[in-house]
């Protein structure tokens, strides 16, 4: 088969298009022959030599994908060549075929099939944040930050499917299409001091959760834009790796900060994630309440222009590779 290879880690022009053996699946496994792949944060990371991919893992980039299922591992049950679905990936999306563990799968939902490939990767790291670490609930207030990305275009939709009140920073050319999407405030990150607008928009209050991708250059203000008990959760370093904690600010608002990652995780607790979206998210999709939000399909040989746009911040929501 083919697939997007990093003979060596660098810019765009890194990624390179190539020959590879065939995928073996394990018995727990599937292969998937791939229609479409999401580009990722994590993609660009792996293609300059800083986020390897975990021990076991494809080496080639891609965390998610939609395909067809053409063989099915003598141990797996429920699952069966000929079904579309979309996965959750440790690697590997960037190919023509991809090994993946039973329990990281989900059937498509109602949505484009090629389109299904943007969603595993943000709706299990945002539903996983969001519920289990976050615990958004009804009548909270939600800051996500990075609105026009695709983690944040994912999380806006699920944040007011819960019922909660979404705020976003954006750039403000994003702004009218993140409303439409279920913010009710949008912040330009670049012009507005995006604590004190959530203070105005809160009435003084703060942010119940903070869903962050910048990191250390965001940390004081995160937990400065906090309500009293909120939850701050990390998931991305855009902005830097360390930073000072003022404790006593966290202390006085009785507040949490967590980091996660999801690539690395175990099997099984992959597993269990895959399943609580398949359990409460799938349905809000199958609804029409939450949709996969997809800038645009490039070819899979066109990864290198993929990613440049990805690196310009300039797209709205999630870009797919395609084949076929």
Request: hydrophobic letters at 45%; glycine letters at 12%.
């Amino acid at each position: 088969m083919k697939a997007i290879t990093i003979p060596q880690p660098g810019g765009p022009e890194a990624l390179v298009w190539a020959d590879v053996p065939d995928p073996e699946p394990g018995p727990d496994e599937v292969i998937v022959d791939v229609r479409a792949s999401g580009v990722n944060r994590a993609d660009l990371l792996q293609r300059q030599g800083n986020y390897p991919p975990p021990p076991g893992a494809s080496a080639y980039p891609g965390l998610e994908c939609s395909g067809v299922i053409t063989v099915v591992g003598a141990d797996v049950a429920g699952w069966a060549v000929g079904q579309q679905v979309c996965a959750l990936l440790a690697g590997g999306g960037y190919a023509e075929r991809v090994a993946v563990p039973a329990g990281q799968l989900l059937p498509v939902p109602a949505c484009d099939p090629v389109d299904a490939g943007a969603l595993p990767e943000v709706a299990c790291t945002v539903w996983s944040n969001l519920v289990q670490v976050g615990r958004l609930g009804a009548g909270d207030t939600l800051l996500v930050h990075g609105g026009g990305s695709g983690i944040g275009t994912f999380a806006i939709q699920l944040g007011a499917a819960l019922g909660a009140t979404v705020l976003t920073t954006a750039r403000a050319a994003k702004h009218s299409r993140l409303r439409e999407l279920g913010a009710s405030h949008t912040i330009d990150y670049r012009e507005q001091d995006f604590v004190e607008e959530v203070r105005q928009a809160t009435d003084g209050r703060g942010a119940d959760v903070v869903l962050d991708i910048m990191g250390a250059s965001y940390l004081g203000r995160n937990v400065a834009a906090l309500a009293t008990g909120g939850r701050l959760v990390v998931i991305g370093m855009q902005g830097g790796r360390k930073a000072e904690l003022d404790l006593g600010a966290l202390l006085t608002k009785r507040a949490t900060v967590a980091a996660t990652s999801l690539r690395s995780r175990p099997l099984a607790e992959k597993a269990q994630i895959v399943q609580g979206v398949r359990d409460e998210v799938w349905p809000l999709i199958e609804a029409g309440t939450v949709r996969p939000i997809v800038d645009r399909r490039l070819p899979m040989v066109e990864a290198a222009e993929a990613h440049r746009l990805v690196e310009s911040n300039d797209h709205f929501g999630k870009v797919l590779l395609t084949l076929g």
